[in-house]
């Protein structure tokens, strides 16, 4: 007896029970295209995702949206985004600009947040990159020098605790980076963009190296205020 032309009847029953045709969805024809379903996307770094900002066609991207595409990392983003181009030469005026937004931010690390919390007004409003692309440009490629020897390394630095211990420091260097001191802005700039590659990156040596940079700029700042007192002190007592 001749075998009926057309798909097996047992095996239609068999497929629909499973659910490949009834959902419309196409049969897995080997493992390795089902395991590549389920392969994680490669995640950004961070010298990509500054290239990413730069990009001219995110111009009328709000501030908002760009926060959801850093995800969990927003906070490490955040940190060297706003701090990093007072390493620069910048107009005058620009640490205060960039180190407002730093204030804002810090404090809600110290303090736990998860996820950076912005004002609804600041959440609508367009990212100017205009002011940043140029330092940005510099800075990339020395990232991703960064990027290259860095790795998730003395994890215990991180973490509940030394999240916030991080933004707490970070609070009272951004307190710092908006005084009008002349060349006072580069060595707590310093230490926030190295804190900020250490949260992005997990990496307690860069955490440890923004310890460092943090009490060198505070040595440095109370050097400064002592010197400024004693000249204050010396001149008022010359009338």
């Not at 001219?56 to 060297?80: D, N, P």
């Not at 940043?132 to 510099?138: H, N, P, Q, T």
Request: proline content about 8%.
């Amino acid at each position: 007896m001749d075998r009926p032309i057309g798909p097996d009847v047992r095996l239609v029953k068999w497929e629909l029970r499973r659910g490949w045709i009834a959902r419309g969805r196409p049969k897995p024809h080997s493992n390795a295209m089902s395991l590549s379903a389920t392969v994680p996307e490669r995640r950004m770094s961070l010298s990509e995702i500054l290239t990413d900002l730069c990009d001219e066609t995110h111009a009328a991207e709000t501030l908002g949206e760009t926060l959801q595409r850093f995800g969990r990392r927003s906070f490490g983003v955040l940190l060297f985004i706003f701090a990093a181009p007072n390493m620069l030469p910048l107009p005058p005026g620009s640490s205060t600009f960039l180190g407002a937004p730093l204030v804002l931010f810090t404090p809600q690390l110290a303090a736990g947040v998860r996820t950076p919390w912005l004002p609804a007004r600041l959440k609508r409003q367009a990212l100017d990159m205009g002011r940043l692309r140029a330092a940005f440009a510099r800075l990339i490629p020395r990232v991703a020098q960064v990027e290259r020897v860095s790795t998730a390394r003395l994890t215990f630095l991180f973490g509940p605790v030394g999240d916030r211990v991080i933004g707490a420091v970070c609070t009272l260097l951004a307190l710092v980076l908006m005084l009008p001191l002349p060349l006072g802005n580069l060595l707590p700039a310093t230490a926030i963009s190295l804190f900020g590659l250490a949260l992005v990156q997990r990496d307690g040596i860069l955490a440890l190296a923004g310890y460092v940079m943090a009490a060198v700029s505070l040595s440095v700042l109370a050097l400064a205020a002592g010197v400024i007192h004693r000249l204050l002190a010396a001149a008022l007592s010359a009338f």
